[in-house]
Every structure is written in structure tokens, then in C-alpha cells.
């Protein structure tokens, strides 16, 4: 039995549903998903979004929205969780557009990030369409480097840098941490199959845009010695987006994660280093669903907020796209609060 497992099946939860209605408060940015979180060193909160309605005459309705961009950000005046937002995107309130954007056809979802040396690492993932399976695939991934990440949104500046082969593993889709030398950013084998890795970066050729010398999590050492994929070196199997954090009371490292498609739920894993060994995964919430169209992805915790419970946030979305369009109770991203407590 893996170390780890009896302790994750031990530890008692308790989950409570929380009022999103933090999100649902400008009359232009009506809903998005992503929803990954950074705190700065102002104390405030940065969030991620990816897809996002934008209602251009700010009538405060998503029906009224006639324009879906790919993705925007969110400051957040404190780590308090019910502190007001201000949500930021390229272009103007009439004409929106990305807050991050790439040359050509394709486009970014954001992934995760970091503060670094005072300086914010977010990577992206590269994201084409395609005329088969569900319409879109990750082919590529960046890092963006904001070097005055303290100032307005609207002043950053912003330099990215493509990331090089990876074989299909999009590094930064998902959880990225830091020690006293280097950033470690978990990366999800694309398309579909979803085999989870760890590869790190020394700090100061991270923040100087240099990504030619990323290390993999291989046959238990760390090496850039890597020609293929190493497949016998997955962690384990994830979704594209899931949250990685360190908890100082239980002393582990937890692992947050939706898991199947629809009506999917929401669980952990844990363990005592990144590396590895985790858990066998622990369900401890199905949300939901109203629409038999309707279905769970992207659930993430934010360990940011001091609220005597882990804030987990997850989305609900519709494959009726008109349905999306006219319920404002789905596509803002939901919270739950959850609780962890051992056995004595």
C-alpha cells in the first residue's frame, strides 16, 4: 500500500457550500472559468481566468454578452475572500479582447504562477482548434514574466517566452510552487491522456526568461537529460488544471482535483514531498447539477485565504451554449469550503 494512503483515508472532512456571489458584481465581466489564484506581495490576491463573457454594454446580464474572450485577470484588494475584485482585459469595455495574447490563430488559457525575486512567472497553456474530438487541443505552453507585477494591470510589463518541446506535457497547467532555489510547476500530458509530471526551474534563469534548462522528475532524480517522454515517470493520472499546496498543520502536501467528466467530484491526494509517492484519491464533494447538459471541471484550492477552512473553487458549464448564455447561477466560479481533521 503506497505511504500516505491510510493517512489520506483517515483524515475526517467536512464541506461546506459558500456564497459566490463575490464574482457576480460588475456589470461588464459576467462569468469565467480557470479561476486559479496567486497571492502578491502587496498582500492582494491576483486571479486567473480563462474563457470569460464580457457584456459590452454593461447591463450586469450574460444573455446580453456578444463577445467571449479567452482569458482575463482579477485583483483582489486583500487575502480576505469576501474583498472586492477589480477584473482586468485587453482592448476596451465595447471592444474586448485577452488580457494574454499570442501571435497567430491560436490562443492562451492561463495556467498557474508565482511571485518570484518580485517579480510574477504565470504560464499559459497554447491552446488550436481542431476538427475533431471536442474542438480544441493544448499544443505548446508559455511563461510570461511581469516585472512590475505591484503596479496597475494596465501598466504591467509583460515579456513571454515560448516554452520548448516537452513532448505533449504542458508544463504550469496546473500547481506551481517555490523553495529557496527553484520553482516547480506540474505538467499534464496533452491531449486526453492526462499523465501528470513534475519539472522544476533554477529561479534566476526562470525570471530571466531562460527555459532551455528545465529538470524532470525522473527515475527518482532530477535530470535535463531527457530526450522522450518518460512515462514511467508520471505521478499520476489528472485533469489539465488542479491545485498542488503545502498544509502546515497536517504537514503534507495536498493535491485538489476534479475527477470524471459530467457529473464529475471532487477530490485529494496527498503526500510528503512533490515527488512523490501521493495518495490514492479521496472524493469528498459531488456538486449538484440541475441540466442533464450540464458538468464539473477545473476545481482548485486557494490556500491564500485565512478562513478556517481550505476555499475550493470549482465551475460548472453547459454544452447548451444558450442555457450558459441565460443562467447566471452556473459559469461563475463556485466555492466550497473544506475541513480537514485526523483521527486522534
Known sequence: MMPGYILAQELKTAVEETDNDIFKKDDYWRGADGAATIELSSGKVLWLFSD????QNGTGKRSDSKKMIRNSIAIQDSNTLESQLTYYFKGTKHKPSGFFKIPGKNWVWTGHGIVVMDKLVIFLFEETSTNTGIGFEAVGWYVVIIENPSDNPNKWRINYYKGPKTYGVIVGSSAV??????????GVKEPATHETYLLRFDKTNLINGNLSNLEWWTNNTWTDKVFKEPKSSSLFNSQTEFSVHYDKELKKFIQ????????????????????GPWSEPVIFYTPPLKDEEEFVYSAKAHPEYKSGGLIVTYNINNRDF???LNDEEIYFPKIIKLTF???K
Open 256 to 275: 485538489i482535483q476534479t475527477y470524471g467528466f459530467g457529473k464529475a467530484s471532487i477530490g485529494y491526494r496527498i503526500t510528503d514531498q512533490l515527488y
Open 341 to 343: 481533521e485526523k483521527d
Open 322 to 324: 444558450g442555457k450558459l
Open 177 to 186: 510552487l517555490q523553495d529557496e532555489n527553484y520553482v516547480y510547476a506540474f
Open 52 to 55: 470569460t463573457f464580457i457584456d
